[in-house]
């Protein structure tokens, strides 16, 4: 069982940054990968990036590609969501979740934290 708890949401102005949070106790094992979702107003949940445990491999959903950059800190069991260049269509829920690497589905997921883009 793994837990997770996000933090780091707020009001922002376009073009602006931000810095996500997600806590992770329980059993954290090599082989698990590490994503980040979202869910604006309106919308489906959609895959924002994703990071493996082990060797930090990293992948990008386009829109957010370039401006944004997920990272890990195996110490402190915490993964990371920098936003910078902040735009409006980013306004959304945010939520990190983990699975293993050879799974499909997440498994595990955050209870989210708002993320409020201002044009």
């Known amino acids: 069982q793994v837990q997770l708890v996000e933090s780091g949401g707020g009001l922002v102005q376009t073009g602006g940054s931000l810095r996500l949070s997600c806590a992770a106790s329980?059993?954290?094992?090599?082989?698990?990968?590490m994503g980040w979702f979202r869910q604006g107003p309106g919308k489906e949940r959609e895959f924002v990036a994703a990071i493996t445990w082990s060797d930090g491999f990293t992948t990008y959903a386009d829109s957010v590609k370039g401006r944004f950059t997920i990272s890990r800190d195996n110490a402190e069991n915490t993964v990371y969501l920098q936003m910078n260049s902040l735009k409006p269509e980013d306004t959304a829920v945010y939520y990190c979740?983990?699975?293993?690497?050879?799974?499909?589905?997440?498994?595990?997921w955050g209870q989210g934290t708002q993320v409020t883009v201002s044009s």
């Open positions: 329980g059993r954290i094992f090599s082989s698990y990968v």
């Open positions: 979740a983990v699975k293993r690497d050879v799974a499909v589905k997440y498994p595990y």
